[in-house]
């Protein structure tokens, strides 16, 4: 093999697996079209779990800290107060997408990831025990050798049609239009509805204002390409009643409330992330959230498979798992939508919602789907708690943070040390949650709860492989 696993499209999603993959001891090579990152700023905010899990492998110490924080979310677009969710990271943290990718992209080639820019992959050829991925690169044509491809080239993936996934669901009925304006001085507004539609605007620290804009009724155009931002001053002067024509546009775009999701996630060696296994309309930051926590879930398993450790029947999880989370993220961005691209009619469903979200119960609920908290993986959601749940960094204690920094399972039991071996990739240390000794998968889920020790070897088997 050329590459044990080729990752398609070096994205957020494609370096955080790069990076999971070679924690887990597995080589990886990743194939990006574009010969540099684009510098687009699109997704901008990252959710509770995706800071936890940031913390889990050091990336928030190579931040240099936490980025800027705010409390203030939002359930399309009615006010939701984040703090006093139960995570150390409440909030929405503000990191621009072209940061979380440059640091990203050096943690996974710190580790040994192997990135080759330029290269846009065009065919794929499964054979019995591996894929040949072809590409045309800065060399000409070129073809590797894997033994598992991972497509993580977004929302229009050549691996998902390459691969023959099937990706029911719908295209966008409604749109929002973005612009980045420089020149122009307009109120910041948050979520502001108009008689005629929707309207925000944030004044950014260089100075640029960023408005996006919906107009109630008006329908997704079908496009090839981004819209004119002509397009964008006639229907903020519809909707708003300002003259936006005398700014710069920085970068223009629109994005409808599409929403479709793989019916599997995974095809034999090939296996799909991210955008790629799921389009939906970037509301409420959860977009880019929702595909590093895939990449996540995957790293871990796929480095145990293509390293032989554990058999292939470890990465249908994967699928049951992330398909399952991807889903329900889904249904809550689909509800969203609804409520803040809705018109007029929807001025009752919005004012008794709005009541609800005050509720304590409610808005936490709310609040823990925002931050990605209330994932329960599997059959945990039948087992004890916290059984298939994720557990907060500050749970594991500093010898339970290292082994996760680096991969590894943690057994925390009360006996610390002196506790029982599981398995040679499970680190046994000091804790419990609510006194139950609990084994701690690499990606920070629960994997097993209580203390018997048949049941923590089976559990750490199956997670983990048999012994190496
Ligand atoms: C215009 C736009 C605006 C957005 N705004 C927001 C926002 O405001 N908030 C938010 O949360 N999210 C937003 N998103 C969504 C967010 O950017 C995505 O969820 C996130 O980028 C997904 O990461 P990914 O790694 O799965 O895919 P991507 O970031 O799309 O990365 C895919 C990579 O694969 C590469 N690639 C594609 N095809 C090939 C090929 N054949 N061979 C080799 N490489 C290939 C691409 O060049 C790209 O680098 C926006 C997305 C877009 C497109």
């Known amino acids: 093999m050329d590459a044990p696993v080729v990752i398609v499209g070096a994205g957020p999603v494609g370096l955080m697996l790069a990076g999971e993959l ?10 990006e079209r574009l010969a540099e990152p684009s510098g687009e700023s699109r997704a901008s905010t990252l959710n509770a779990r995706t800071m936890e899990i940031f913390d889990q492998r050091g990336l928030v110490e190579r931040l240099g800290g936490p980025p800027p924080n705010d409390m203030r979310g939002h359930f399309g677009g009615i006010p939701l107060d ?14 621009p997408q072209p940061r979380t990718e440059e640091l990203l992209g050096e943690w996974a080639s710190g580790l040994g990831a192997e990135v080759r820019r330029g290269v846009r992959v065009r065919a794929l050829r499964p054979g019995p025990d591996h894929v040949e991925v072809e590409a045309d690169g800065p060399g000409g044509p070129t073809t590797v050798r894997a033994s598992y491809v991972v497509g993580c080239d977004g929302e229009e993936s050549t691996v998902r049609r390459l691969g023959g996934f099937a990706f029911p669901g719908r295209d966008a009925r409604r749109e929002l239009l973005r612009a980045d304006v420089a020149g122009v001085d307009v109120p910041d507004r948050r979520f502001e509805r108009h008689p005629e539609g929707l309207a925000i605007a944030a004044r950014r620290p260089d100075g640029a204002t960023r408005v996006m804009v919906h107009a109630f009724g008006r329908r997704a155009r079908e496009r090839t390409a981004a819209p004119g931002f002509d397009e ?10 300002e003259d936006l024509s005398g700014g710069t546009p920085l970068w223009v775009n629109a994005f409808g409330d599409t929403a479709r999701q793989a019916e599997r996630y995974r095809a034999g060696r090939v296996l799909l992330a991210g955008d ?8 409420g930051g959860l977009a880019v959230n929702l ?15 293509a390293t032989g450790r554990a058999p292939e029947e470890l990465l249908d999880t994967y699928h049951e798992e992330r398909h399952a989370a991807g889903r329900r993220t889904l249904a809550a961005i689909g509800a969203q939508t609804e409520v803040l691209l809705g018109g007029p009619e929807t001025g009752a469903l919005r004012t008794v919602l709005a009541e609800l979200v005050g509720m304590p119960r409610v808005r936490g609920r709310l609040a823990a789907s925002a931050g990605g908290l209330d994932v329960r993986y599997g059959t945990g959601s039948d087992g004890p708690p916290p059984l298939g749940a994720h557990i907060p960094p500050g749970a594991l204690g500093g010898a339970g943070a290292a082994a996760l920094r680096a991969g590894r399972g943690v057994l925390l039991h009360p006996d610390g040390a002196a506790g029982p071996v599981v398995h040679d990739r499970v680190e046994t240390v000091r804790g419990s949650v609510d ?20 049941g923590l070897g089976a559990a750490a088997r199956r997670w983990f492989g048999g012994p190496v």
């Open 435 to 454: 006194g139950a000794p609990v084994l701690v998968r690499p990606d920070g889920h629960a994997a097993y709860v209580g203390g018997d020790a048949d």
């Open 276 to 283: 790629a296994a799921h389009r939906q309309m970037p509301v």
């Open 82 to 95: 984040l703090s006093g969710t139960p995570t150390p990271y409440p909030g929405q943290w503000k990191l």
């Open 291 to 305: 595909g590093l926590q895939d990449a996540v879930n995957l790293g871990w398993k796929l480095a145990a498979v």
């Open 22 to 31: 070679r924690l887990g001891g597995a080589g990886v090579r990743v194939l």
């Open 232 to 241: 964008v001053v006639e229907v903020w002067k519809r909707v708003v009643g």
